[in-house]
């Protein structure tokens, strides 16, 4: 087996652990059982999410029997770690649904093949629903010191503002008795969560201990950060989903191909399963041929093809470089093409009418209509790749693409587009 804390530490993911040595030593005889849980706090996972699921994935292909845990109970509750309010709390269908799409996410990264390392996909609403109040109180309760809770930064944070709810004060009992559970049911010695799970993971240790006189582990990943001080896995339309539906696989694709030089090679260590060899090469890359992008083409590529399959990665390739006149726009399908022109300035008309250059300046590719014409005089307008020479064309019924969509484009490397809605 490889040695992952190695492996995690040169890929700069390694935040804290209980006890490194014991956990090396652990780790060293024999495979272990290591854990990670989700809650359902939206309909998908974000990017912040997949930082951490790859961590269990990498523990996997080390050798080790994964366990993905999606929050059934604990997403009915709410988890007040990073968060100054008191969190909303959702109905029990709307958190079942939930549950039932991210179980769907997060089977993608683990392999169930029968073996040592098969992994285990569980919902901790399974032990958690029957368990009355008092079992709960008097079987696990009773090992949570009240001063040792109040202490914890999650709940520290909270008092010192606008206050905490017993329901969320009591989130770090429920996770730490997941562990326990876990580690009952399968002898699992190992949490992994984000670097805000902290205090969380470390009460299951210590329920543990407590309980069966165990010695278990925790380690938890680093908090994913950007070069530019922005935060890491938002847009200006939001968070990076995993989930097509909320985040369309040309926007995840660009996500990727657009980061920053000072970023792409962390990214590649965290986002990647390319080894140490390649990585070195592309920083090189980076370094000597800074506008070929190479680094952040390979992360584009890698990570959209594993969260979104190679035959999508396929069309939002082509998708690119059709824009740029590089490649067909009529073989594009109307998904792909609709969710590329979701993403550049773009405008959307009951009808056609409009001259090409009115259409530029609305799409918001050009500050004017002046502008506009400007761009067309200069040679520098383009209507689905073609040149526009003509100030007055106006777009025919033959020009629209799946019958609705226009492609703009002004320069080499500036896109519009138009979405004709009664067309």
Known sequence: MTDILDELEWRDVLAQTTDADALRAALAEGPITVYIGFDPTAPSLHLGNLATLLILTRFQRAGHRPIGLVGG??????????????????????VAEWVARIRVQVEKFLSFEPGPTSAELVSNLDWTAGLSAIDFLRGVGKHFPINRMLARESVSARLAGEGLSYTEFSYQILQANDYLELYR?????????????????TAGVDL?????????????????????????????????????????????????????????????????????????AL?????????????????????????????????????????????????????TLGSALAEVPHATVPALGAAYV??????????????????????????????????????????????????????????????????
Request: with cysteine; charged share 30%; aromatic share 6%.
């Open 73 to 94: 109970a604990t997403g009915l509750i709410g988890d007040p770690s990073g968060r100054s309010t008191e969190r909303a709390l959702n109905s029990s269908d709307l």
């Open 185 to 201: 049911r399968f002898g699992c010695a190992l949490q992994v969560g984000g670097s805000d799970q902290w205090g969380n993971i």
């Open 358 to 423: 009115d259409l530029l300046a609305e799409s918001g590719l050009v500050e004017s209509k002046s502008a506009a014409r400007r761009a067309v005089k200069e040679g520098g307008a383009y209507l689905n790749n073609t040149k526009v020479t003509d100030e007055a064309y106006v777009p025919a019924g033959d020009d629209l693409l799946h019958g609705r969509y226009l492609v703009l484009r002004r320069g080499k490397r500036s896109i519009g587009g138009v979405e004709v809605t009664g067309a």
């Open 283 to 335: 920083e090189k890359a980076v370094a000597d041929r800074p506008a070929a992008r190479e680094a952040q083409r390979t992360l584009a590529e890698d990570v959209t093809a594993m969260v979104h399959g190679a035959d999508e990665l396929a069309r939002v390739v082509a998708a690119s470089k059709a824009l740029f006149g590089q490649g067909s726009l009529s073989e594009l399908d109307e998904r």
């Open 208 to 280: 543990i201990r407590r309980v069966e006189g165990a010695h278990v582990h925790a380690l938890t990943g680093k908090l994913i950060t950007k070069a530019d001080g922005t935060k890491f896995g938002k847009t200006a339309g939001g968070a990076v989903w995993l989930d097509p539906e909320l985040t369309s696989p040309y926007a995840f694709y660009q996500f990727w191909l657009n980061a920053d030089d000072r970023d792409v090679v962390r990214f590649l260590k965290v986002f990647t399963f390319r080894g140490r060899e390649e990585i070195e």
